[in-house]
C-alpha cells in the first residue's frame, strides 16, 4: 500500500489527485492510498470542518477511520 502520486496539472501549476467529484475542496489533509495500483481509500475535505472518508477491501471501518483520524492530527501539529 502507498499514497497515490499527486500529478501534475499544467493549466493550474498545481499538484492534483482525481477524487472522483467527491472531494470538493483542497486540503493539505486530502489524500488517497493504492495496493497494486488500485484506489482502496481516499480522505478529503468536502465542506469547512467536514470531511469525506471512502474505502474498501483491505480496509475495515475502524482501521479507515485510524488511518484518517492519524492524518489529521499528525497534519494539526
Not at 492510498?33 to 470531511?51: A, T
Amino acid at each position: 500500500m502507498q499514497n497515490r502520486p499527486p500529478i501534475w496539472n499544467e493549466l493550474s501549476h498545481v499538484y492534483q489527485l482525481d477524487f472522483g467529484g467527491r472531494v470538493t475542496l483542497e486540503s493539505a489533509k486530502n489524500f488517497q492510498i493504492e495496493l497494486k495500483g488500485k484506489q482502496v481509500m481516499q480522505f478529503g475535505r468536502i465542506e469547512n470542518h467536514m470531511y469525506t472518508l471512502d474505502f474498501e477491501w483491505p480496509f475495515s471501518c475502524v482501521t479507515a477511520f485510524a488511518v484518517a483520524l492519524a492524518n489529521v492530527t499528525q497534519r494539526l501539529k
